[in-house]
Protein backbone atom coordinates (compact mmCIF):
# COMPACT_ATOMS: atom_id res chain seq x y z
CA UNK A 1 0.00 0.00 0.00
CA UNK A 2 2.85 2.44 0.40
CA UNK A 3 5.12 2.74 -2.74
CA UNK A 4 6.77 5.15 -1.14
CA UNK A 5 7.54 3.70 2.64
CA UNK A 6 5.58 5.27 5.44
CA UNK A 7 5.85 6.08 9.35
CA UNK A 8 4.82 2.88 11.45
CA UNK A 9 1.40 5.00 12.67
CA UNK A 10 0.30 4.64 9.04
CA UNK A 11 0.77 1.44 9.29
CA UNK A 12 -1.55 1.23 11.75
CA UNK A 13 -4.50 3.01 10.49
CA UNK A 14 -4.40 1.70 7.07
CA UNK A 15 -3.27 -1.95 7.47
CA UNK A 16 -4.32 -2.67 11.42
CA UNK A 17 -7.66 -4.02 12.87
CA UNK A 18 -7.69 -7.91 12.77
CA UNK A 19 -3.51 -7.81 12.65
CA UNK A 20 -0.95 -6.59 15.01
CA UNK A 21 0.86 -4.31 12.79
CA UNK A 22 4.17 -3.67 15.25
CA UNK A 23 3.99 -7.62 15.70
CA UNK A 24 3.88 -8.24 12.09
CA UNK A 25 6.72 -5.59 11.31
CA UNK A 26 8.87 -7.46 13.48
CA UNK A 27 8.56 -10.46 11.99
CA UNK A 28 9.35 -9.06 8.89
CA UNK A 29 12.44 -6.99 10.02
CA UNK A 30 13.53 -10.25 11.36
CA UNK A 31 13.30 -12.00 7.54
CA UNK A 32 15.14 -8.67 6.41
CA UNK A 33 11.61 -8.40 4.50
CA UNK A 34 11.15 -4.71 5.11
CA UNK A 35 13.85 -2.13 6.69
CA UNK A 36 13.33 0.60 9.01
CA UNK A 37 15.03 4.12 9.02
CA UNK A 38 14.72 7.33 9.91
CA UNK A 39 13.34 10.32 8.16
CA UNK A 40 12.05 14.01 8.75
CA UNK A 41 12.62 12.99 12.12
CA UNK A 42 10.21 9.93 12.01
CA UNK A 43 10.91 6.03 11.97
CA UNK A 44 9.53 4.54 8.95
CA UNK A 45 9.26 1.59 6.95
CA UNK A 46 10.02 0.34 3.27
CA UNK A 47 10.44 -2.80 1.21
CA UNK A 48 12.80 -3.38 -1.83
CA UNK A 49 10.50 -3.10 -5.00
CA UNK A 50 11.01 -6.92 -5.85
CA UNK A 51 9.61 -7.43 -2.18
CA UNK A 52 7.03 -4.92 -2.78
CA UNK A 53 6.27 -6.37 -6.34
CA UNK A 54 5.57 -10.18 -4.51
CA UNK A 55 3.29 -8.43 -2.04
CA UNK A 56 1.41 -6.71 -4.59
CA UNK A 57 0.64 -10.05 -6.60
CA UNK A 58 -0.20 -11.53 -3.13
CA UNK A 59 -2.46 -8.49 -2.09
CA UNK A 60 -4.40 -8.59 -5.61
CA UNK A 61 -5.51 -12.33 -4.28
CA UNK A 62 -6.98 -11.81 -1.28
CA UNK A 63 -10.51 -11.22 -0.92
CA UNK A 64 -11.64 -8.03 -2.52
CA UNK A 65 -14.03 -6.42 0.10
CA UNK A 66 -11.14 -6.58 2.07
CA UNK A 67 -8.98 -5.14 -0.27
CA UNK A 68 -11.46 -2.63 -1.22
CA UNK A 69 -11.59 -1.47 2.39
CA UNK A 70 -7.76 -1.61 2.99
CA UNK A 71 -7.09 0.79 -0.17
CA UNK A 72 -10.18 3.35 1.06
CA UNK A 73 -8.41 3.47 4.34
CA UNK A 74 -4.83 4.57 2.19
CA UNK A 75 -6.54 7.14 -0.03
CA UNK A 76 -8.27 8.73 3.43
CA UNK A 77 -4.96 8.49 5.39
CA UNK A 78 -3.59 10.36 1.75
CA UNK A 79 -6.24 13.07 1.89
CA UNK A 80 -5.62 13.76 5.47
CA UNK A 81 -1.92 13.95 5.27
CA UNK A 82 -2.86 16.47 2.59
CA UNK A 83 -4.80 18.78 4.20
CA UNK A 84 -3.16 18.63 7.05
CA UNK A 85 0.13 20.13 5.35
CA UNK A 86 -1.83 22.72 3.27
CA UNK A 87 -2.09 25.14 5.81
CA UNK A 88 1.59 24.58 6.63
CA UNK A 89 2.72 24.94 3.10
CA UNK A 90 2.23 29.50 3.11
CA UNK A 91 3.40 29.37 6.73
CA UNK A 92 6.41 29.04 8.87
CA UNK A 93 6.55 25.56 8.91
CA UNK A 94 6.89 25.48 5.42
CA UNK A 95 9.90 23.69 4.78
CA UNK A 96 8.78 20.87 6.57
CA UNK A 97 6.03 20.38 5.68
CA UNK A 98 7.13 20.44 2.14
CA UNK A 99 10.13 17.89 2.92
CA UNK A 100 6.78 15.49 4.57
CA UNK A 101 4.90 15.40 1.63
CA UNK A 102 8.59 14.79 -0.43
CA UNK A 103 8.63 11.55 1.47
CA UNK A 104 5.06 10.69 1.01
CA UNK A 105 4.71 12.01 -2.92
CA UNK A 106 4.62 7.52 -4.39
CA UNK A 107 2.17 6.92 -1.49
CA UNK A 108 0.03 10.22 -2.76
CA UNK A 109 0.57 9.31 -6.50
CA UNK A 110 -0.38 5.59 -5.52
CA UNK A 111 -3.70 6.88 -3.76
CA UNK A 112 -4.71 9.46 -6.78
CA UNK A 113 -3.77 7.08 -9.64
CA UNK A 114 -6.55 4.70 -7.71
CA UNK A 115 -8.85 7.80 -7.34
CA UNK A 116 -8.88 7.88 -11.20
CA UNK A 117 -9.68 4.12 -11.71
CA UNK A 118 -12.62 3.94 -9.01
CA UNK A 119 -16.45 4.28 -9.61
CA UNK A 120 -17.33 5.40 -6.03
CA UNK A 121 -18.33 9.09 -5.73
CA UNK A 122 -17.21 9.33 -1.81
CA UNK A 123 -13.81 7.73 -3.28
CA UNK A 124 -13.78 10.07 -6.17
CA UNK A 125 -14.55 13.06 -3.65
CA UNK A 126 -11.54 12.20 -1.86
CA UNK A 127 -9.36 11.98 -4.43
CA UNK A 128 -10.89 15.26 -5.76
CA UNK A 129 -10.12 17.06 -2.14
CA UNK A 130 -6.33 15.16 -1.91
CA UNK A 131 -5.47 17.01 -5.06
CA UNK A 132 -7.05 20.40 -4.25
CA UNK A 133 -5.02 20.41 -1.13
CA UNK A 134 -2.16 20.03 -2.56
CA UNK A 135 -1.39 22.64 -5.79
CA UNK A 136 0.84 24.52 -3.60
CA UNK A 137 2.68 21.83 -3.70
CA UNK A 138 2.30 20.65 -7.21
CA UNK A 139 3.31 24.81 -7.96
CA UNK A 140 6.11 25.12 -5.05
CA UNK A 141 8.12 21.59 -6.49
CA UNK A 142 7.72 22.70 -9.95
CA UNK A 143 5.22 19.62 -10.53
CA UNK A 144 2.82 21.92 -12.39
CA UNK A 145 2.21 19.55 -15.46
CA UNK A 146 1.51 16.62 -13.07
CA UNK A 147 -0.88 18.47 -11.17
CA UNK A 148 -2.78 19.96 -13.46
CA UNK A 149 -3.73 16.31 -15.55
CA UNK A 150 -4.12 15.06 -12.65
CA UNK A 151 -7.03 17.83 -11.38
CA UNK A 152 -7.92 17.63 -14.90
CA UNK A 153 -8.53 13.76 -15.53
CA UNK A 154 -10.34 13.23 -11.93
CA UNK A 155 -12.67 16.64 -12.35
CA UNK A 156 -13.73 14.88 -15.61
CA UNK A 157 -15.09 11.61 -14.17
CA UNK A 158 -18.18 11.16 -13.91
CA UNK A 159 -18.81 10.69 -10.29
CA UNK A 160 -16.66 14.13 -10.03
CA UNK A 161 -19.84 16.18 -11.58
CA UNK A 162 -21.97 16.63 -8.16
CA UNK A 163 -22.02 20.01 -7.59
CA UNK A 164 -20.88 20.09 -3.93
CA UNK A 165 -17.18 21.03 -2.01
CA UNK A 166 -14.91 18.45 -3.29
CA UNK A 167 -15.62 19.51 -6.71
CA UNK A 168 -15.50 23.47 -5.82
CA UNK A 169 -11.77 22.76 -3.93
CA UNK A 170 -10.51 20.94 -6.89
CA UNK A 171 -11.57 23.56 -9.30
CA UNK A 172 -10.18 26.61 -7.94
CA UNK A 173 -6.64 24.50 -7.45
CA UNK A 174 -6.97 24.00 -11.21
CA UNK A 175 -7.81 27.88 -11.87
CA UNK A 176 -4.67 28.65 -9.39
CA UNK A 177 -2.31 26.41 -11.49
CA UNK A 178 -3.89 27.85 -14.77
CA UNK A 179 -2.96 31.03 -13.44
CA UNK A 180 0.59 30.49 -13.14
CA UNK A 181 0.44 28.48 -16.20
CA UNK A 182 -1.39 31.93 -17.90
CA UNK A 183 -4.01 29.51 -19.25
CA UNK A 184 -6.65 32.55 -18.17
CA UNK A 185 -9.60 31.44 -20.29
CA UNK A 186 -9.16 27.74 -18.64
CA UNK A 187 -8.79 29.89 -15.27
CA UNK A 188 -11.93 31.97 -15.59
CA UNK A 189 -13.77 28.60 -16.12
CA UNK A 190 -13.12 27.02 -13.14
CA UNK A 191 -13.07 29.89 -10.36
CA UNK A 192 -16.74 30.77 -12.07
CA UNK A 193 -17.84 26.93 -11.17
CA UNK A 194 -16.28 27.01 -8.11
CA UNK A 195 -18.01 30.53 -7.32
CA UNK A 196 -21.48 29.32 -8.66
CA UNK A 197 -21.14 25.62 -6.30
CA UNK A 198 -20.16 27.77 -3.38
CA UNK A 199 -23.03 29.89 -3.92
CA UNK A 200 -25.26 27.59 -4.07
CA UNK A 201 -23.92 25.60 -0.51
CA UNK A 202 -24.49 28.68 0.73
CA UNK A 203 -20.73 27.92 2.41
CA UNK A 204 -19.40 31.52 3.18
CA UNK A 205 -15.95 30.52 3.45
CA UNK A 206 -15.77 28.51 0.26
CA UNK A 207 -17.53 31.24 -1.72
CA UNK A 208 -15.18 34.08 -0.31
CA UNK A 209 -11.93 31.91 -1.62
CA UNK A 210 -13.91 31.26 -4.63
CA UNK A 211 -14.97 35.11 -5.48
CA UNK A 212 -11.04 36.44 -4.63
CA UNK A 213 -10.21 33.80 -7.09
CA UNK A 214 -12.50 35.44 -9.70
CA UNK A 215 -11.23 38.77 -8.74
CA UNK A 216 -7.86 37.56 -10.75
CA UNK A 217 -9.75 37.47 -14.12
CA UNK A 218 -10.43 41.27 -14.73
CA UNK A 219 -6.63 42.05 -13.17
CA UNK A 220 -5.01 40.24 -16.10
CA UNK A 221 -7.47 41.34 -18.63
CA UNK A 222 -6.69 45.09 -17.76
CA UNK A 223 -10.00 45.73 -15.85
CA UNK A 224 -8.56 46.23 -12.44
CA UNK A 225 -12.02 48.36 -11.44
CA UNK A 226 -14.07 45.40 -12.31
CA UNK A 227 -10.95 43.61 -9.60
CA UNK A 228 -11.30 46.22 -7.16
CA UNK A 229 -15.20 45.60 -6.68
CA UNK A 230 -15.25 41.92 -6.35
CA UNK A 231 -12.51 42.11 -3.88
CA UNK A 232 -14.77 44.84 -1.90
CA UNK A 233 -17.38 42.33 -2.17
CA UNK A 234 -15.04 39.38 -0.74
CA UNK A 235 -15.08 41.65 1.99
CA UNK A 236 -18.56 41.73 3.09
CA UNK A 237 -18.20 37.67 2.40
CA UNK A 238 -15.11 36.88 4.09
CA UNK A 239 -15.77 35.32 7.77
CA UNK A 240 -14.27 37.31 10.92
CA UNK A 241 -12.09 35.20 12.03
CA UNK A 242 -10.31 34.24 8.23
CA UNK A 243 -7.37 36.03 8.83
CA UNK A 244 -5.84 34.82 5.68
CA UNK A 245 -8.46 35.66 3.98
CA UNK A 246 -8.58 38.79 4.84
CA UNK A 247 -4.70 39.61 4.46
CA UNK A 248 -4.98 38.71 0.96
CA UNK A 249 -7.67 40.40 0.14
CA UNK A 250 -6.16 43.61 1.50
CA UNK A 251 -3.16 43.06 -0.19
CA UNK A 252 -4.66 42.58 -3.64
CA UNK A 253 -6.75 45.52 -3.07
CA UNK A 254 -3.15 47.58 -2.21
CA UNK A 255 -1.81 45.58 -5.15
CA UNK A 256 -4.89 47.05 -7.40
CA UNK A 257 -4.93 50.52 -6.28
CA UNK A 258 -1.01 50.50 -6.93
CA UNK A 259 -1.89 49.26 -10.70
CA UNK A 260 -4.61 52.27 -11.26
CA UNK A 261 -2.28 54.51 -10.35
CA UNK A 262 -3.07 55.32 -6.67
CA UNK A 263 0.52 54.44 -5.10
CA UNK A 264 -0.49 56.43 -1.98
CA UNK A 265 -3.87 54.92 -1.69
CA UNK A 266 -2.42 50.65 -1.95
CA UNK A 267 0.18 51.76 0.71
CA UNK A 268 -2.45 51.49 3.82
CA UNK A 269 -4.04 47.85 2.97
CA UNK A 270 -0.68 46.75 1.80
CA UNK A 271 0.71 47.44 5.38
CA UNK A 272 -2.62 46.11 6.70
CA UNK A 273 -2.14 42.82 4.96
CA UNK A 274 1.62 42.75 6.07
CA UNK A 275 0.05 43.07 9.86
CA UNK A 276 -2.34 39.78 9.16
CA UNK A 277 0.50 38.18 6.92
CA UNK A 278 2.49 38.14 10.60
CA UNK A 279 -0.27 37.48 12.80
CA UNK A 280 -0.60 34.07 11.01
CA UNK A 281 2.45 32.82 10.06
CA UNK A 282 2.09 32.86 6.44
CA UNK A 283 5.73 33.56 5.17
CA UNK A 284 4.95 32.91 1.35
CA UNK A 285 2.43 35.61 1.48
CA UNK A 286 4.08 37.61 3.21
CA UNK A 287 6.86 37.56 0.51
CA UNK A 288 4.56 38.75 -1.97
CA UNK A 289 3.13 41.50 0.22
CA UNK A 290 6.38 42.47 1.11
CA UNK A 291 7.69 42.94 -2.67
CA UNK A 292 4.12 44.77 -3.38
CA UNK A 293 5.20 47.24 -0.71
CA UNK A 294 8.23 48.18 -2.07
CA UNK A 295 6.61 48.54 -5.43
CA UNK A 296 4.44 51.37 -4.02
CA UNK A 297 7.47 53.03 -2.83
CA UNK A 298 9.24 52.43 -6.32
CA UNK A 299 6.43 54.01 -7.84
CA UNK A 300 6.48 57.13 -5.36
CA UNK A 301 10.12 57.33 -5.91
CA UNK A 302 11.19 56.26 -2.30
CA UNK A 303 12.89 53.32 -3.57
CA UNK A 304 15.26 53.65 -0.17
CA UNK A 305 12.73 53.44 1.99
CA UNK A 306 11.27 49.92 0.28
CA UNK A 307 14.63 48.10 0.11
CA UNK A 308 14.26 47.19 3.70
CA UNK A 309 10.97 45.40 2.29
CA UNK A 310 12.73 44.07 -0.33
CA UNK A 311 15.26 42.25 1.25
CA UNK A 312 13.21 40.99 3.88
CA UNK A 313 11.44 38.94 1.41
CA UNK A 314 14.79 37.90 -0.60
CA UNK A 315 15.28 36.51 2.79
CA UNK A 316 12.59 34.48 3.26
CA UNK A 317 12.38 33.39 -0.60
CA UNK A 318 16.24 32.28 0.29
CA UNK A 319 15.07 30.51 3.14
CA UNK A 320 12.44 28.57 1.79
CA UNK A 321 14.93 27.51 -1.28
CA UNK A 322 11.77 27.60 -3.23
CA UNK A 323 12.22 28.57 -7.24
CA UNK A 324 9.12 29.84 -7.48
CA UNK A 325 9.17 32.09 -4.71
CA UNK A 326 12.93 33.12 -5.50
CA UNK A 327 11.70 34.23 -9.21
CA UNK A 328 9.63 36.77 -7.81
CA UNK A 329 12.26 38.60 -5.58
CA UNK A 330 14.53 38.62 -8.80
CA UNK A 331 12.47 41.07 -10.88
CA UNK A 332 12.04 43.44 -8.70
CA UNK A 333 15.93 43.62 -7.93
CA UNK A 334 16.61 43.95 -11.29
CA UNK A 335 14.44 46.66 -11.85
CA UNK A 336 16.36 48.61 -8.98
CA UNK A 337 19.75 47.24 -10.49
CA UNK A 338 18.77 49.53 -13.93
CA UNK A 339 17.89 52.38 -11.59
CA UNK A 340 21.02 52.52 -9.96
CA UNK A 341 23.08 52.04 -12.70
CA UNK A 342 24.07 48.66 -12.36
CA UNK A 343 22.23 47.18 -15.59
CA UNK A 344 24.73 44.30 -15.84
CA UNK A 345 23.30 42.75 -12.48
CA UNK A 346 20.00 43.56 -13.77
CA UNK A 347 20.99 41.11 -17.10
CA UNK A 348 22.09 38.53 -14.50
CA UNK A 349 19.49 39.13 -12.33
CA UNK A 350 16.86 38.40 -15.79
CA UNK A 351 18.90 35.89 -17.50
CA UNK A 352 18.34 33.88 -13.75
CA UNK A 353 14.50 34.64 -13.49
CA UNK A 354 14.58 33.15 -16.89
CA UNK A 355 16.15 30.11 -16.19
CA UNK A 356 13.68 29.66 -13.25
CA UNK A 357 10.41 30.17 -15.16
CA UNK A 358 11.90 27.70 -18.20
CA UNK A 359 12.35 24.49 -15.63
CA UNK A 360 9.59 25.11 -13.30
CA UNK A 361 6.99 26.16 -15.79
CA UNK A 362 6.25 29.65 -14.69
CA UNK A 363 4.37 32.37 -16.28
CA UNK A 364 4.26 36.10 -14.13
CA UNK A 365 1.23 37.81 -15.21
CA UNK A 366 2.07 40.16 -17.76
CA UNK A 367 0.41 43.31 -15.47
CA UNK A 368 3.62 43.64 -13.72
CA UNK A 369 5.82 43.94 -16.64
CA UNK A 370 3.31 46.72 -18.22
CA UNK A 371 2.98 48.86 -14.89
CA UNK A 372 6.87 48.71 -13.90
CA UNK A 373 8.73 47.90 -17.47
CA UNK A 374 11.06 45.38 -18.59
CA UNK A 375 13.83 45.27 -16.59
CA UNK A 376 15.68 43.00 -19.45
CA UNK A 377 15.25 45.61 -22.15
CA UNK A 378 16.04 48.30 -19.84
CA UNK A 379 19.34 46.73 -19.48
CA UNK A 380 19.47 45.71 -23.09
CA UNK A 381 19.25 49.73 -23.93
CA UNK A 382 21.88 50.42 -21.59
CA UNK A 383 24.00 47.70 -22.37
CA UNK A 384 24.08 46.70 -25.85
CA UNK A 385 23.02 43.79 -26.83
CA UNK A 386 26.55 41.48 -27.01
CA UNK A 387 26.98 43.03 -23.30
CA UNK A 388 23.67 42.25 -22.08
CA UNK A 389 23.43 38.85 -24.02
CA UNK A 390 27.02 37.76 -22.09
CA UNK A 391 25.40 39.01 -19.10
CA UNK A 392 22.05 37.21 -19.38
CA UNK A 393 23.65 34.04 -20.01
CA UNK A 394 25.99 33.79 -16.86
CA UNK A 395 22.28 34.38 -15.01
CA UNK A 396 20.75 31.51 -17.00
CA UNK A 397 24.08 29.51 -16.46
CA UNK A 398 23.54 29.86 -12.24
CA UNK A 399 22.01 27.10 -10.34
CA UNK A 400 19.28 28.02 -7.57
CA UNK A 401 22.12 27.44 -4.59
CA UNK A 402 23.91 29.66 -6.86
CA UNK A 403 21.11 32.33 -6.72
CA UNK A 404 20.96 32.11 -3.90
CA UNK A 405 24.27 32.78 -2.90
CA UNK A 406 24.15 35.82 -5.39
CA UNK A 407 21.47 37.91 -2.32
CA UNK A 408 23.71 36.30 0.57
CA UNK A 409 26.86 37.49 -1.23
CA UNK A 410 25.34 41.09 -1.09
CA UNK A 411 23.78 41.41 2.43
CA UNK A 412 27.10 40.99 3.86
Same mark, same amino acid.
Given at each position: MFPGGCTIEAAETVCGGST $??? $????? /???????RRFEADGSVRISMLETIREYAALRFSEIDPGERSSIERRHAEQVRVLAERAQPHLTGQQQLRWFEMLDLELENIRAALDRAERVTDPDEVATGLRTAAALWRYWQRRGHFAEGRARLERLLSKPQAQTREAPRALALGALGSIDYWLTNYDAMQASYQEAADIARSLGDRRLLARALFHLTFTPVVAGNPEEGMRLLEHCLEVVERDDLAMQAELWGSIGVGRLFSGDAIGATE??? %?? @????REVGEQLALCESLIAL? *??? /?????TEDGLPHLAEATAIACASGNPILLATV /? *????? @???LTGRADRAATLVGASSRLEREYDVNFPEVGLA?? *? $?????? %???? *?? $??FELAWAEGEAMTLAQMIELFEDDSE
Open positions: $DVL $DALGV /LMDHSLVPIE %RS @ITLYA *GVY /LVLER /L *GPHAL @IANFF *G $DPAEQA %RAAM *GD $DA
